[in-house]
């Protein structure tokens, strides 16, 4: 694949704002555009949605604006809401790329609400989720401390 041209980051940011319209309603803003990148802004919560200029993968990363090192990926967003785990989605079209975008705004509007909200219990609850994926990675006769 190609690195994609202005004319694609255009209307990848022209397909953003189109399916994700329904966050201006609720307080967010369009805080910044990047090449293949959004980010809308709360009063307490930010979403950033991107487009990976080489795997094209759709992708978004929501979290709060007074901790921004820690957001929930797309993946954890289901988790936590209780919501099927959808595919990567890696368009190679215009319409698929819209497409791709529509299917993760309805994603979150399917989420917790908390999320977009901005209540803390929600984003908690991720804690437990990534300790259990993270034990999946440690071996079970892994010291739980470094050595003396």
Known sequence: MSHPSR?????????????????LRRGFTVVSTKAGEIRFESDRVFLEV??????YELDLHIG????????????????VSGL??????????????RAGLE??????????????GGDPKSFERVGPIRTAYT?????PDAPSSPPD
Request: no cysteine; charged share 25%.
């Open 103 to 116: 299917a993760l705004a309805r994603t979150l509007l399917e989420a917790d609400p908390g999320l977009l």
């Open 50 to 55: 991107w487009r990976d200029p080489y795997g």
């Open 135 to 139: 034990a999946g990675f440690v071996s």
């Open 64 to 79: 709060f604006l007074a901790e921004p090192t820690e957001r929930l990926s797309l993946a954890e967003v289901e988790l």
């Open 84 to 97: 099927e785990a959808s595919q990567v989605t890696r368009p190679e079209s215009i319409a698929e790329m």
């Open 7 to 23: 004319a694609d980051l255009l209307e990848f940011d022209a397909a953003v704002r189109a399916a994700f319209a329904f966050l």
